[in-house]
């Protein structure tokens, strides 16, 4: 052998070597603090770490870690740990690790870094750097004021008459006095029984009033809950003010980060730019229990020599205060020297030319051209109009870091048509309904046109009690979602939301000279900022529509760290729809901290008995015990999907209080759940086929009793899980006897033998008491029996369900192993069900199955669930909370030949891909690094099944576990598999 091949031979071999290494070899990746990516303004003492690995190997899983945290990028370089150095911990855990080091300071950069020792005890390398910097530790943090602006000054405004009363002329009082000596003390006057009197019967009181301004005498009528005004501004709704500060600076700061806390929504400009991505920012929240503030670092944008900070801030009515008000407080360091600049009276404020609107439900936006300043936020601009802020009292309640994602543009949509509709109307249709912001370029007008535009989320050419007449040829539902825009005159004009959204389709134009272009009109949808992690596809395209149908609703009804019912009529975090979504939410989003911030505002709302409204964070609205019940439902939840531990921790009092309050109820109605008493609303299974709000024909209260009285065992269940996994098991076993004992009560006070039925042969009054054991086991197989007979025969083989029975349907259905039942529900065009809704040309799920009322709702957008975890197989394992274990379980029905599904865990990638051929069956499993997978295959016998092509004994990472039901099921650690077996369909 020559030298020259002897060299070649060794480099070969030595290669060979380096790619076996690097197969299999452990990198860690995905460095989160609370959730998120080097996030700013993190307000928690303990910050819970948490990261992936990565690894191409088989088997792969963390034996141990170390966690590194540094004041500076630089002694991170070095493996100075300063603020902590966890040493080697031998663990597997990546998720939710509190930090140990010492003791945060508000302000302070906490730079960090991890390495993992692997299945073998080999050490990785460091993760690349990350970092997190804290917010304000403690109120005394806060040196910023809240400001806001002046109230105007009317001077010559005479009041000649003023009374309060029904808006009738009827029991009205004379309330001039009153009204003239409030205007002496120059603030907002908001009409209410509070500031006029009149009591609890006053509640829809409305004030009138004729005055005289400038000469002119005008009448006002003003609603309950509006602010009176006067003046011009005043009378086009609720200015969007400008607040800025100049400054200086004698250099380009090392670092500089602003905190904004707002009582309204807000953006942030730096030398005429604007700040973030964000809108509509920050999130909703209980009125004076909490407020969010954000933090933005701005050094990028700041420069040495002259600066300036602005702050644009508004709002539509409803989630905030009466008045919009904001403090901002900036920490930089410039030529190694501290800077701070917080609000206070000498910054400056002047009206913008924007308006929130009030009309209908929400109104809309008025924008002023002529009163708009483009360059109000560039270091020397005019101070022509501008005015000192105003010192306001800070009652907005405390002050936190919003931890929940920020809302987003998502996706922006072009619009597909443009046609005239009569009497100088026009309509734009985008194809599709969506939640969220329209942008129209105007064409030169004349100064002073106004262009009105009305915003439609549905349209019918006859009329309907709830749409609006508008044009010659249409009928539409605006919910009174009107903006206008009025011209200055110039070229190159645009109207565009800013504090306020509309949930539309339509949008009728009225103003213009002539149809707009179709490309002059683009509709942006907003929604926060979820990270998709899932994705879902199958051979049917039904169901592929279905999913899309599903996915999207979700993400037209997410704004505000809350998912509100209807984004146009209530805009209401409801929590019995609320909870319906949630495995496909959790599935197909990261919405760790976008639920947890909403089980928060629930514990704002809870009373003092323990009872807990319908909706959160308003506070109010209709629902019934499972509406309520949205903290047990959805805690247990986030706790199966991420694994935070925490998270079960905050809310498990707030569940405790409200199972003692409904069990204190039935308790004096003979354990029967009443809502009788009037402490419930008790609506039941809400807007069923046939009982919605167009019928009349509600379900009787019976019916509402048996199925609230199953929810209640349900919601039992909920708590004592949470009780046994928080280690209270004196608490289990307490309601477990409590549940033995009521059953038997449940089921004897609402079956009726005779007819077979708890109230009524529907699909919901079967599946609730099966599902909480209420049903004898001496009845079980005959009343499944008769479900599956309502199901295939009475209803032809659609549901008959609501908002709450649907769900049901799906979960219990295929926790018992009939997904047949639910593939013949999903496979229908015809009334009821999603697939009548897309044979109609819904975009989004109806509030009803029939399309009566809201076509973007909350009540129906739980296919996915199925589709995802039935359909896909992708299942959470309580054994294994955060998909530590998981369940891979496909349901193979009807004519789906093939099914892709994926989830992004919080330890990474589960891939769920299927087919089936004649005689056989395919899978595509990934398991990813430091979990492990449940995973059933449908097999004719244990033989037939090979992985990876090897029979499943020669795989040392796949472990039979036992046969269930014509599959057979094993225990598979981290890889990529393909597992194939011969089936008989």
Sequence with gaps: ???????????????????????????????????????????????????RIESDGMGQKQTAYQIVVASSLEKLKGDEGDLWDSGKVSSGQTLHIPYSGSELQSGMECHWKVRVWDKDGSQSEWSAPSKWVMGMLNPGDWTAKWIKAPHPKLDGLKIISATYGDSKGKETIDVKELLEALLEQNKPITVSSKTFGGGKKANNY???????????????????????????????????????????????????????????????????????????????????????????????????????????????????????????????????????????????????????????????????????????????????????????KGDMGKSENQSCPLNRIGKVIPAVSVKAIGKGLYEIDFGTALTGWCRLKMPRLQPGTTVTMTFADNKSPDQDSKMEKLGVSGWYQTFGQVSRFI??????????????????????????????????????????????????????????????????????????????????????????????????????????????????????VQKADGSLPNTAPQGFGGGGPAWGGFVAAVTWRHYLYYGDRRVLEENYDTVRKYVEYMEEVSRNNGDILTGKTGRFSF?????????????????????????????????????????????????????????????????????????????????????????????????????????EKNILVTRDGHLDTGLLGTYFLLEYLREIGRSDLLFTIFNQTTYPGWGYMLEQGATTVWEQWNGHWSHIHSCFPSANNWLYQGLGGIQADPAGPGFKKFIVKPEIVGDVIWVKAYHDSPYGRIVSNWKREEGSFTMKVTVPPNSTGTVYVPATSSASVMVNGKAVAKNAYVTFIRQEQGRFVFNVEPGTYTIVSKWDD
């Excluded at 020559?2 to 460095?31: E, Y």
């Excluded at 076993?733 to 529907?762: C, L, M, N, W």
Aim: with cysteine; charged share 25%; glycine share 8%.
């Design 487 to 604: 011209s200055a005159g110039q070229s190159d004009e645009v109207f565009q939301h800013r504090f306020n959204y509309a949930a539309f389709r339509y949008v009728v134009v009225e103003g213009l000279p002539a149809a707009p272009k179709v490309s002059d009109a683009t509709a942006m949808l907003v929604e926060s900022d979820l990270e998709p992690v899932g994705a879902f596809e199958c051979s049917n395209e039904l169901l592929n529509r279905i999913f899309d149908l599903n996915e999207w609703t979700l993400r037209c009804l997410n704004l505000g760290g809350q998912s509100v019912d209807c984004p146009h009529r209530e805009r209401k975090g409801y929590g019995g729809d609320g909870q319906t979504p949630v495995e496909g939410v959790m599935t197909g989003f990261r919405a760790d901290g976008f639920f947890r911030k909403w089980l928060t505002d629930w514990k704002h």
């Design 206 to 392: 409305v004030l009138n009033v004729e005055y005289e301004l400038k000469g002119t005498k005008h009448k006002l009528t003003v609603n309950s809950k509006d602010v009176v005004a006067f003046d011009e501004q005043s009378r086009k709704g609720k200015a969007a003010p400008h607040f800025r500060k100049a400054f200086v600076l004698n250099g380009v700061p090392d670092s500089a980060r602003i905190t904004v806390n707002a009582a309204a929504f807000f953006e942030l400009f730096v030398n005429g730019e604007k700040v973030g991505q964000d809108v509509l920012t920050p999130a909703i929240a209980a009125v004076k229990k909490r407020s969010f503030s954000v933090t933005y670092d701005i050094q990028p944008y700041l420069k040495k020599g002259n600066n300036c900070i602005g702050l644009w801030v508004g709002h539509w009515d409803g989630p905030f205060s009466n008045e919009v008000k904001v403090r901002a407080q900036l920490a930089a360091v410039v030529n190694g020297k501290p800077f701070a600049l917080s609000t206070d009276e000498s910054w400056e404020t002047r009206n913008s030319g924007r308006y929130t609107t009030k009309s209908g439900s929400f109104g809309g936006e008025l924008v002023d051209a002529r009163e708009l300043v483009p360059d109000w936020s560039l270091p020397g601009s005019t101070s022509k109009g501008w005015s000192p802020a105003v010192v306001d």
């Design 683 to 787: 609506i039941g299974d809400w807007v069923a086929p046939g009982r919605g709000m167009d019928s009349k024909n509600m379900p009787s209260h019976e019916a509402r009793e048996i199925f609230n009285n199953c929810y209640r065992i349900y919601h039992l269940q909920l708590y004592m899980k949470m009780a046994h996994a928080l280690g209270k098991d004196a608490e289990v076993a307490k309601y477990q006897k409590v549940i033995e004992k009521i059953r038997p009560i449940i089921h004897k006070q609402f079956y009726d033998a005779d007819s077979g039925t708890y109230v009524y042969d529907q699909q919901a009054y079967y599946i609730l008491p099966l599902m909480t054991g209420v049903v004898p086991e001496a009845l079980r197989s005959k009343v499944l029996k008769d479900l």
């Design 1 to 51: 052998m020559n030298l020259r091949l002897s060299s070649l031979i060794r480099l070969s071999v030595l290669v060979f070597i380096i790619q076996v290494c690097a197969f299999g070899q452990v990198q860690v990746a995905d460095l989160r603090c609370e959730y998120a990516v080097d996030p700013l303004g993190v307000d928690v003492a303990h910050p819970g770490l948490g990261w």
